[in-house]
């Protein structure tokens, strides 16, 4: 299988310069690109047909190329927020391969005629931070980042953060709320000036990209969905962890052949195919048969997302992970959108009703139809990403949260309801 | 037929959800950028957050880094800790309340020095996060040295269940090793050095 970035990935010291440019051809494509004009540099990139690794696979290639020409202050910033849950990825690959991403980001920048780039980091990934922090001075010290400015940024611990206009707010030193689009950032983002914003693996993408040539990267994966593609598996898998894959390979070559499958004497019960915010899809043929790429996963009314894979088996119940699921929108939601604060709490609310007996099947309706009403209606997707996975639930185990519902009642002395 | 309320779990204000915020006092004066004349900051502090100050071209930028030089210095964001950044940074203290209070990581209650995050989020919780939580609850006990938080997910599910002992991220952890974790800090010693995410391989490579 064709391994782009976890290729030795193990190696000792891969992530100082000295390794990174002795076996791995170090910033030989940064060279290359500053010599190439910034518009052939883009060409390259929209030739290659990647498409954003952050969530919503937007065209990386495309979106760089909203950025107006001009010689205004121009942004590069590195999405390395990674906080969507069971997306691990990037965590990985900037610890053991930093240099790659700072090569990454002086490509964009270049491409985008940027002067000033920041990677914003969560609080949390400390080592990482500090990795790459070490990894960017080693790069300012052996003068490759030229004139762009570079720094990394840590964050303090706010999913929302990961959503770009939030995360444009947070780095300009305010609570991370996000903001109205349009103007979307490449025209009016950090600052308020043009801003390219990508996610850690679609930024490592850039200097593979100009190695290969954007054709034959293309040639990588499905039509649609190029290139490979990080895969974090976790849940209740034998052998959790990052798989790379080509877009498109069956689903259950992924969640068994290298995650091993549920635990012996387990089934799957279903999965979230792109972190906790995508609609969960059951664990029949008939969705592990889907190659795992960006259509496939939208046609099966889910989505790719960020590729996290959680696995949930048999022995759970359905309700204590859409328990879990509202109470982390409900925490995270920065309450600037009516429907996104009072939404994710409701359903919250609604949710431990059903688990401590006070609630009715007409409940699970009032649910659906909340959750309905917050899809589309605020600034960002936070919303939207807890209404989709508990929608999908309810409409692929509403029986087990029936029976819940009256297990509860029951438990509590309110008896059956007709 | 009648709810019986004394079978309704509740949370300690008496709601059957977790709450927001605290009431704000509105008979309060709000407070102003601080005097560098009557405010003492130490040079440290100083040095640091006007570091960070220099690195972007608007200097409220810095305010999320001031802070964490802050909350590292004074153990928590207590109000002389927003003072001292809100003087260095020329800014009022309530902007820099507001910042503190949305992010998970700023306290502005006292808290023990030793930050121990519990991942209990999905796919830590389908792996016994819950359980690790109420045991490192336990381990950590009245001890006010640790600062026991369970957290949203840290993005380790690959060595779930796990936490983040000062930025140290340990897993996958059984209930044992949360005694493990308490011995580890008070000695000074590498926490649950051979559960370290630092050390790991990626996964399916041979150990």
Wanted: with cysteine; hydrophobic share 40%; charged share 25%.
């Amino acid at each position: 299988m064709k391994q782009l970035f976890y290729d030795n990935l193990d190696q000792p010291g891969l992530n100082t310069l000295a390794v990174y440019r002795r076996d791995r051809g170090g910033y030989e494509m940064l060279a290359k690109a500053l010599d190439m004009d910034p518009a052939d540099v883009l060409h390259e990139l929209q030739a290659s047909g990647l498409r954003g690794r952050g969530g919503a696979g937007f065209a990386m290639g495309t979106k760089a190329s909203f950025l107006p020409k001009g010689d205004m202050d121009k942004y590069v910033v590195c999405n390395a927020d990674e906080s969507e849950p069971g997306t691990f990825k990037d965590r990985e690959l900037m610890q053991k391969n930093p240099h790659l991403l700072i090569e990454g980001i002086c490509i964009a920048a270049h491409a985008v005629g940027a002067n000033k780039a920041f990677i914003f980091i969560r609080g949390e990934y400390q080592l990482q931070a500090d990795i790459l922090e070490a990894a960017v001075d080693e790069a300012k010290a052996a003068n490759l980042t030229g004139k762009l400015d570079l720094w990394v940024h840590r964050g303090a611990g706010a999913y929302i953060c990961g959503e770009e206009t939030a995360l444009l707010d947070a780095l300009e030193g305010k609570r991370g709320n996000p903001r109205l689009k349009p103007p979307f950032p490449a025209v009016q983002g950090l600052y308020r000036g043009p801003t390219l914003i990508n996610n850690v693996e679609t930024l490592m993408n850039a200097p593979i990209i100009l190695r290969m040539g954007g054709g034959e990267y293309a040639k990588i994966g499905t039509e649609r969905s190029t290139g490979t593609k990080v895969v974090s598996v976790s849940g209740c898998v034998q052998r959790p962890g990052n798989y790379e894959v080509p877009l498109g390979v069956p689903s259950r070559e992924i969640l068994y052949g290298l995650a091993g499958g549920p635990p012996e004497g387990r089934a799957i019960k279903f999965w979230f195919p792109g972190g906790s915010s995508s609609p969960v899809l059951p664990g029949t043929d008939e969705y592990l048969d889907l190659p795992y790429d960006f259509e496939s996963m939208a046609k099966a009314g889910s989505m790719l997302g960020s590729a996290a894979i959680i696995v949930v088996d048999d022995s759970v119940p359905v309700m204590d992970v859409a328990l879990k699921t509202a109470k982390f929108y409900r925490h995270e939601s920065c309450g600037k959108c009516t429907p996104c604060r009072e939404g994710t709490n409701w359903t919250e609310k609604m949710l431990m009703r059903m688990e401590s007996g006070e609630a009715t099947p007409m409940d699970l309706d009032i649910m659906a139809s909340v959750c309905e009403q917050i899809i589309g209606n605020c600034l960002c997707v936070l919303g939207d990403s807890m209404a989709m996975p508990i929608g999908s639930m309810i409409k692929h185990f509403r029986e087990e949260f029936e029976a819940h519902i009256e297990a509860a009642r029951e438990r509590n002395g309110l008896g059956m309801v007709a | 037929m009648a709810i019986d309320p004394t079978r309704i779990p509740r949370y300690e204000h008496g709601s059957r959800v977790p709450g927001w915020d605290d009431a704000v006092d509105l008979t309060k004066e709000p407070a102003v950028v601080p005097d560098p004349a009557t405010t003492p900051v130490p040079a440290e502090l100083r040095a640091e957050i006007e570091q960070h100050m220099s690195r972007y071209p608007d200097f409220r930028s810095a305010a999320i880094p001031a802070l964490h030089a802050a909350q590292r210095l004074h153990g928590w964001c207590s109000p002389t800790a927003i003072e001292q950044v809100a003087c260095v940074m020329r800014l009022t203290p309530g902007y820099l309340t507001a910042v503190a209070t949305f992010y998970d990581m700023f306290e502005t209650t006292p808290k023990g020095r030793v930050d121990v995050y519990v991942c209990t989020n999905i796919s830590c919780s389908l792996r016994g996060a819950d359980r690790i939580y109420a045991a490192m609850l336990d381990a950590a006990g009245t001890d006010p040295d640790f600062h026991v938080k369970s957290f949203e997910c840290l993005g380790a599910c690959d060595i779930a269940p796990m936490a983040s002992v000062d930025g140290e991220y340990v897993g996958p952890l059984e209930e044992a090793d949360c005694a493990r974790i308490v011995e580890d800090v008070k000695a000074g010693r590498p926490v649950l050095e051979s559960k370290q995410l630092r050390h790991m391989k990626v996964a399916g490579s041979e150990e």
